[in-house]
């Protein structure tokens, strides 16, 4: 089992919808997640940090449930420009490690 | 605040050849860590430095992979020799103290062995 699972997707959604992605996690060792966004191409950007039970900013919102080990991503009214890749990484206080997810491919459609 | 820097942004090489990349990271970021990102994957960790002792570099290919940090800066890895499954893009990222706070990735190099 991997340490940090993603449905690779491709998510289609129409421009306006709601669109959520989870992240399963198998160490329970993990403190700190994030949400990195990365276009084609380019480097993984640092779209929202979740230290505790959740963040919010905008339209996105990350929760965090300890319990169950997972981690969502809700984005709110989709924009075109939401269309990229989105990383789940949670970070191991017992390695220090930041283990990685393989991405869920979003793709906000006109 | 400038952000990572890295060069070169892409290198073409022929297989066995030697390949050697450059990363700069944040002002007063303690921890730097090179990654390799194959396309449809998550970037998977090569090495780890704090400062300029390494961390962790148990999936750095130690028979054609090298990386140091000797000042406990900037940084440089390299691949002697070359082989096509080198194929990848390689991102330097850097954190403050490798604490679990965020970290920040370089533009990344896209190298592509012949």
């Known amino acids: 089992r991997k340490e940090v699972e993603q449905d690779p997707g491709p998510f289609n959604v129409p421009e306006g919808a709601t669109v959520a992605f989870n992240c399963t996690y198998s160490n329970s060792a993990s403190q700190s997640f994030f949400w990195y966004r990365q276009d084609c191409r380019k480097e993984p950007k640092l779209l929202m940090s979740?230290?505790?039970s959740g963040n919010e900013d905008g339209r996105f919102t990350a929760q965090l449930n300890r319990a169950s080990q997972y981690i969502s991503l809700l984005i709110r009214d989709s924009k075109l420009s939401d269309s990229a890749t989105y990383l789940c990484?949670?970070?191991?206080?017992?390695?220090?490690?930041?283990?990685f997810g393989t991405g869920t491919r979003l793709k906000v459609l006109a | 605040e400038a952000g990572v820097a890295q060069s070169p942004r892409y290198k073409i090489i022929e297989k066995r050849q030697s390949v050697a990349f450059w990363c700069n990271p944040i002002?007063?970021?303690?921890?730097l860590y090179w990654y390799q990102q194959i396309l449809g994957q998550g970037p998977k960790l090569l090495i780890q430095?704090?400062?300029?002792?390494?961390?962790?570099d148990s999936q750095l290919p130690k028979d054609r992979f090298s990386a140091e940090r000797l000042k406990g800066v900037d940084s440089t890895l390299k691949i002697q020799p070359a082989k096509l499954e080198d194929s990848a893009v390689y991102l330097c990222a850097s954190s403050l103290e490798g604490r679990g706070e965020t970290q920040y990735f370089g533009p990344g190099t896209r190298l592509l062995v012949l």
């Open positions: 979740v230290y505790s």
């Open positions: 990484v949670a970070w191991d206080a017992g390695t220090y490690k930041y283990i």
């Open positions: 002002s007063g970021h303690a921890t």
């Open positions: 430095f704090q400062n300029n002792g390494v961390v962790d």
